[in-house]
């Protein structure tokens, strides 16, 4: 028991660190320091620090991938759908603020770094949620052909950019706000 809980202290702390500094600016020593263990001890359970991101990656990013599949279940509603994408991730990053800053520093981290890299895979997941809810919907909206992949990039960087400004209190996430939200991206800001 004290190993699973020795893991999931080096996962918080290392969450913590990464959300702070960037994943490139913290060294094993720091997070051993913070979790009050030796660096044998994170190499026994992670084998490296690429092997403890993915372990982050396989409980909290995992954890992100499965709400978001759940609510960008396409349902033939395109405004509700978007509209619980949106909130779910608003959500997610509102109760897991410093892992959802990490998910945010990986999704925009350079592609030939080594957070990039572990991280890589999951981002590759979570696109491709996005584009088939986009496909799913232009099955309804034809004008929408072609152009898949496109509005699901660019609605994946809006949620992101909204769940982030929420956590950060910039911006509250009212049903008010919600609904500006959505109906610019559907409708274009000029209506």
């Given at each position: 028991?004290?190993d699973?809980?020795?893991r999931?202290?080096?996962?918080e702390?290392?969450i913590?660190?990464?959300?702070?500094?960037g994943?490139?600016?913290?060294?094993?020593?720091?997070?051993?320091?913070?979790?009050?263990?030796?660096?044998p001890?994170?190499?026994?359970?992670?084998?490296?620090?690429?092997?403890?991101?993915q372990?982050?990656?396989e409980?909290?990013?995992?954890e992100?991938?499965q709400?978001i599949?759940?609510?960008?279940?396409y349902?033939?509603d395109?405004?509700?759908?978007?509209?619980?994408?949106l909130?779910t991730?608003i959500?997610?990053?509102?109760?897991?603020?410093?892992?959802?800053?990490?998910?945010?520093?990986l999704l925009?981290?350079p592609?030939?770094?080594?957070?990039k890299?572990?991280?890589?895979?999951?981002?590759?997941?979570?696109d491709?949620?996005?584009?088939?809810f986009?496909?799913?919907?232009?099955?309804?909206?034809g004008?929408?052909?072609s152009?898949?992949?496109?509005?699901?990039?660019?609605?994946?960087n809006?949620v992101?950019?909204?769940?982030?400004?929420?956590?950060?209190?910039?911006l509250?996430?009212?049903d008010?706000?919600v609904?500006?939200?959505v109906?610019?991206?559907v409708?274009?800001?000029?209506?």
């Amino acid at each position: 028991m004290a190993d699973e809980n020795s893991r999931e202290l080096i996962i918080e702390k290392a969450i913590s660190l990464f959300a702070q500094k960037g994943y490139e600016g913290v060294g094993v020593q720091e997070i051993c320091e913070k979790s009050g263990i030796t660096k044998p001890t994170l190499y026994y359970f992670y084998k490296s620090k690429a092997g403890l991101l993915q372990s982050i990656c396989e409980t909290k990013g995992n954890e992100l991938l499965q709400l978001i599949t759940k609510a960008a279940e396409y349902e033939h509603d395109f405004i509700k759908g978007l509209t619980q994408i949106l909130l779910t991730e608003i959500q997610f990053a509102k109760t897991n603020p410093d892992f959802f800053n990490l998910h945010y520093v990986l999704l925009n981290a350079p592609d030939n770094s080594e957070g990039k890299a572990v991280y890589s895979n999951l981002i590759k997941k979570i696109d491709a949620v996005f584009e088939e809810f986009f496909l799913n919907s232009a099955n309804e909206f034809g004008n929408m052909r072609s152009k898949e992949s496109l509005y699901a990039c660019l609605y994946h960087n809006n949620v992101v950019s909204v769940a982030r400004m929420c956590v950060g209190n910039k911006l509250t996430a009212n049903d008010q706000t919600v609904y500006q939200i959505v109906h610019s991206f559907v409708y274009g800001v000029a209506n």
